[in-house]
């Protein structure tokens, strides 16, 4: 168990989490970044990035850890730990982590993300690594030659559609309007692709499969504009539902909004805590990109910086 005291410490590993601590570093701050319950964030479970400027296509991992090895060559500590419990009612400010470890700082940038949402089935709790899944980077491989559905139609359903078409034989989109919103180039693929079918108009009411060894064997839909059940046979499920903020441990401590996204002030990273800023998915419901969460970890370095110099 450890004391580390430091000017600036960010909590979270994503872009906005990184870009901070590449900015703060710069200015000459003492940083540390706690990287959270995942290293890198959530792109790190993306297979392709193809809008991040400056890269034609890479990994998300890559792209991370190109990140992570900017910020360390500048100085920044990367501390690989998941904070807990945080008390910004008095400067320093101190956050505690999982593995004991206690933090004081000065400022303090939020950049926790968001994560997964699921469909609260209990046959999907059930069989959550036994063929239901999150992150078809990460399990696709089980999958080749099989056949598996995606759940929803924004762009992460798109892009994991299009990443497992490459690995098995057969992928249904499921999604519950009669219209994507994922954007218009990767519908285009999806729609163009011969091993993606789009079940339109339908919801899973339940996830089927056997206990011994525990498997997904099926899914059963229901058209919402008709409640027509069908059951269709697959091999594996991945949810790709949307996002919730990673929030919990700051409610009480700064404001949220009704869906747990943190308030900062106008055009600006600041909350209602002077000395904590937040940057990224954290406190952005709206347009969730890996190129706007650095930007905002970029604001918020900006914003630490100042108020340090100020106080
Ligand atoms: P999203 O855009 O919020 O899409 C969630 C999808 O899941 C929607 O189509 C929604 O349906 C559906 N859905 C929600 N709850 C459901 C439920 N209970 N049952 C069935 N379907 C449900 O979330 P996302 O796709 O995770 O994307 C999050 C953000 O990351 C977005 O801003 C997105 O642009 C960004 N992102 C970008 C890329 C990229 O390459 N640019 C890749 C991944 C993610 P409705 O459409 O009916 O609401």
Known sequence: MALYTTDLLIL?????????GIYAARAGLKTIIVSGNQEGGQLTMT????????????????LMDKMKQQALKLGVEFVNDNIVEVDFSNRPFVCSSEN?????????????GSSAKW???SSEKKFLGYGVSACATCDGFFYRGRTVAVIGGGNSAAAEALYLASLADKVILVHRRRQLRADKILQDRILNNKKIVVEWDCVVDEILGEDNPLKVTGIKLRNVENDN??????????IAVGHQPNTDIFRGNLPLDSKGYIITHE????TDVEGVFAAGDVKDPKYKQAVISAGSGAMAAMDAIEFLDDN
């Not at 979270?12 to 901070?20: E, I, K, L, R």
């Not at 004991?100 to 926790?112: E, L, N, P």
């Not at 059940?229 to 991945?238: E, N, P, Q, R, S």
Request: glycine letters at 12%.
């Open 12 to 20: 979270g590993s994503g872009p906005a989490g990184y870009t901070a």
């Open 267 to 270: 055009n600006s990273s600041k």
């Open 47 to 62: 297979n392709s990035i193809e809008n991040f400027p400056g890269f034609e296509e890479i990994s998300g991992f890559e």
């Open 229 to 238: 059940v069908k059951t269709i046979a697959l091999d594996g499920v991945f």
């Open 100 to 112: 004991g470890h206690s933090f004081k700082a000065r400022a303090v940038i939020v950049a926790t």
């Open 119 to 121: 469909l609260n089935l």
